[in-house]
């Protein structure tokens, strides 16, 4: 039997909300904008560690340097990196749950993206949680979720952090 969440006010969420809990719906407000997940103090090299941990945690990794992708397998060896020519970009793509999450490279830092109107539950919430949770373990750094980040707006105030050092997570309390 399946049951309901409580009923909350969630105008900004198209349709019935199904998020379980109202600071969600301030969280994952549908604005037409991305949310960005980044990972603290971190820079292009630390790409490798995030990869080698993601081969083993995520449910999915799929590699886009053209039109075509390609999975990347858990016992996969290649660096996927190496092929991205000077002058092109690349994406990796990761799915935890039924959520995808897309790192645009190259990117100074760690840091992926996701569309707030995709999470339309509590599932999609968890997935959120645990990606944050694997990419702040990989780089033993804070994972934040924040709006989408602007060029000279680097300090937007975060949505939810993980962090590693003491295992928690906090988050935007309506």
Do not use: K
């Not at 016992?75 to 645009?104: K, M, Q």
Request: aromatic letters at 8%; glycine letters at 8%; a negative charge.
């Amino acid at each position: 039997m399946t049951t309901q969440p409580p009923h909350h006010d969630c105008e900004p969420r198209p349709g019935t909300c199904r998020l379980p809990d109202p600071w969600m719906c301030d969280v994952f407000y549908v604005d037409g904008s991305l949310r960005d997940i980044t990972v603290t103090d971190t820079e292009d090299t630390h790409w490798q560690q995030v990869l080698h941990h993601l081969r083993g945690a995520a449910d999915q990794l799929t590699w886009y340097d053209g039109a075509e992708g390609r999975d990347i397998g858990r016992n996969d060896t290649e660096d996927p990196f190496a092929t991205i020519e000077d002058g092109y970009t690349a994406s990796l793509a990761v799915r935890c749950g039924r959520t995808w999450f897309t790192g645009h490279l190259p990117v100074d830092g760690i840091e992926f993206s996701l569309w707030p109107d995709n999470i339309e539950d509590g599932a999609h919430v968890a997935d959120v949680l645990r990606f944050l949770t694997e990419l702040g373990t990989a780089c033993g750094r804070p994972a934040v979720l924040t709006a989408e980040t602007v060029t000279g707006h680097h300090e937007l105030p975060p949505l939810i952090t993980y962090d590693p050092s003491t295992g928690t997570v906090t988050h935007l309390r309506r």
